[in-house]
């Protein structure tokens, strides 16, 4: 029975990393395409501050197991799936912070993209000011962008560099409207450029008030999976006095499944914040869509 | 005697209705069906039409079988409402595709329309559609191509911008393409002022349409937080029955 239960979790598990971990690299045994997806999230990897929460994992998974008096091959199998989980949880956490990095970056670079543009008019000038308040992945796209319209003079070709990356609706009107603007000046259209500033603050205003609400619901999912687990413990103390709860093992493979779930529980809150915070649905100006 | 006249009855009347299915379609048939197929699928009419009713004409036979087979009338009723749950089932999967995509709809219609207010800023209306068609949401981009060609020939036609996207019957997108129309035929001086208003309200669905998509997939992950609760109701549940059997088993 519990190497059913078991196969079952495992199942719940592969379905819910699949789409960030590549199981077919793991299972040939070659480990390097996962270790780069945490290099390239700049995971700095501290053997002691690993081993010290991995250790206090597993004491609070011992101490959970003697509570619910678990035997010890279920007490394994669980820590097994908590070390597998733990890894994943974290490269989740590290995407959370990547997304937020990368929106930031985007979102404070069209800022002040669109204040310099206001002052000078030209796209150019713009783009090299930009450079410095912005770092990493699209630093070099605008180093990209510069180099381009260096060399054709071309604003739109130059601005694309930046929108394929980022597809996003407010993106390709900042595109669409410096280019015209840089044609034919700025002085029939100056409300355009407040209309765009308005929008880049409503979509940092929304997207926060989103993000703050799914952490909001990661920390009531966690809470409610402590709450459960004491009102399990509560269960627990009644039905010790009528039986010896360490040779049920029916009690067991129940308490095994309802742990697992709570694990799984945890992990799917952690799991709606690895998503990109620039929505899919907004991203309208790619060809295929 | 009597069960095989009646058996025989229904059987000419199943065949009756069978090859006068035509008729019995125009009796049956729902009002918006023909709107409906048209804005979801190219699946003509009359075939889907036929399709639904010999679905749930073949359920009717099975009434012969339960009258043969002396079943009880409840039988008989289930499988009237077989039949009726089948016809309509095409139906209602046609209409909550229809409604999904007025829902999408609704959800880039203001997108592209700031699109379009961008390239309003320095140029034409038609020159804007023209522009906006290249990157427009899929939804958009056929029913935009006819509009704008409609347009080049009578651009001072209101009902030209009434037409456009009328089928998903969406008051706000009529109202925005009013805007647009009062913005192409007003004088200079006016149409800025229809410009920033249609620009204001645009804005504020923009808002509420990206709100309303944020609160629905916010409400639909918070359900993941009753598994715990589901979870420890088993453990609950168990534990009671492990108790009870425990005593009785002492007797």
Redesign the interface.
Known sequence: MIWMICFMGLLVFITLIKSDIRLSQIFRGNFKVNQHAYKNLKFNFNLHYQLLMFGLLCIVLIVVSLLFYLPIRHMLLLLGFVGVSYPVITLWQLLYRFHANDFEQITSFLQHFLAHFKSHNKVLLALVECREYVEEEIGDLLECAIKELEISGDAEKAFEIISSKYPH?IV??IQ??IT??EL?GVD??K??IE??E??ID?WIE?TH??IM??NQ?KN??VT??A???I??LF??M??KT??DLSQ?D??HN??F??LL??L??IM??YR?LKDSWI?K??C??K?A? | MEKSILMGVIVVFWCLLLINRDVLSVLVKEKDVDQLLKMTTNIPSKKFQDKRLLQSLSVVLLIVLSIYLQWQLLYVLVWVVVAIILYKLPYIQLKSNFKRKVKQLK??FP??L??L???L???TVVVSLQ?SQK????IIRNHLAEFTNKLKSDPQNLRTYIEFLEEYECVEVERAMKLLYRYNTVGKQDS?KQ??RM?SST?KW??EQ??D??DG??QM??W?????????T???I??MM??FT??LERG
């Open positions: 609706f390709y009107n669409t409207w015209s603007a034919y029939d259209c409300e355009a209309l765009l308005d929008d409503d929304d008030l989103y609400s799914l619901m009531k999912i409610l999976s709450l459960s687990l009102i399990a269960n627990q009644m039905l009528f039986m049920a029916v009690y129940v308490i499944i309802f779930i709570i799984f529980t799917m809150g709606f929505s649905g907004e309208l100006w060809k869509s | 959800y880039e997108i592209w700031r699109q207010q961008i390239l800023q320095n140029n522009h990157f427009a949401p899929e800025m410009l920033n620009i804005s923009l808002r990206r709100l998509r944020q997939q916010s992950k918070q993941w937080g009753m598994l715990p609760l589901f979870g420890v088993i453990v609950f168990t534990m492990q108790t425990t005593l």
